[in-house]
């Protein structure tokens, strides 16, 4: 069975600390994604990877920063959290498009439970 | 740039009635087209896909959707409700090129009543 599995499920942390979210994936797939999810907003996101070590800015990056040193660990770091930065955070995943055949050149993202954080 | 509007951001409907959530996306191209669900506490899970062919698409959980590229949309129908559909439901399209990254709805939140 699939599985995308997010460090924790709730934090609190305080304005201004350094904050890791961590996502692993069991699937061996090459991209990952960090999204935040706000009422009224939908998904938005954050940041990409499609590789080790290779990163794309999303919609929303401010404020953010990633990390993929392994293909199946995806990071992503508040450097200095700020109130409105309290949002729900949801990791996916998802494989490389077949190259040929009439495969639809998207995949499925897999999603993690995602994360609850609180910034005070 | 590709955009979705989800028109309707609560929904609720009676266990049993039939059920459709509405969809509209801008893309110049052909898009790919996705619906995924949210069940509380929980992350999503895809429901059903559109890239090609026929434009009415089958998913799981008994779910349909049907493109309509004259109309720019992509609604998702159920004919018969279950109390276990109550969630929030996402609309979703792809744009050619990129690296997967798709572009989701704000999301139709649905209450099922008994």
């Known amino acids: 069975d699939v599985k995308v599995t997010q460090s924790s499920r709730y934090l609190v942390k305080r304005t201004g600390e350094k904050v890791f979210l961590e996502c692993v994936q069991d699937m061996d797939h090459e991209n990952m994604f960090w999204y935040r999810q706000d009422p009224g907003l939908g998904l938005r996101l954050i940041y990409f990877s499609y590789d080790v070590k290779m990163k794309e800015k999303g919609d929303i990056p401010e404020g953010y920063s990633v990390s993929r040193e392994k293909k199946e660990r995806f990071s992503l770091i508040l450097e200095s959290a700020s109130t409105n930065q309290t949002s729900m955070y949801l990791c996916a995943s998802s494989p490389l498009p077949k190259r040929e055949g009439r495969d639809s050149p998207y995949n499925e993202q897999f999603f993690g439970p995602g994360t609850r954080l609180t910034v005070l | ?114």
Request: one cysteine or more; glycine letters at 10%; proline letters at 4%.
């Open chain 2, 1 to 114: 740039a590709q955009s979705v509007t989800q028109p309707d951001i609560h929904i609720t409907v009676s266990e049993g009635a039939s059920l459709e959530l509405r969809c509209n996306y801008s893309y110049g191209a052909t898009p790919y087209l996705f619906w995924y669900v949210q069940s509380p506490g929980q992350g999503l899970q895809l429901l059903l896909k559109y890239f090609s062919g026929d434009t009415l698409v089958q998913g799981i959980k008994g779910f349909e959707a049907e493109f309509k590229r004259s109309q720019s949309s992509f609604n998702l129908r159920k004919p018969s409700v279950h109390w276990s559909d109550a969630a929030e439901y996402f609309c979703a399209v792809g744009a050619s090129g990129g690296y997967q990254k798709v572009t989701f709805g704000t999301g139709t939140k649905l209450q099922v009543i008994p």
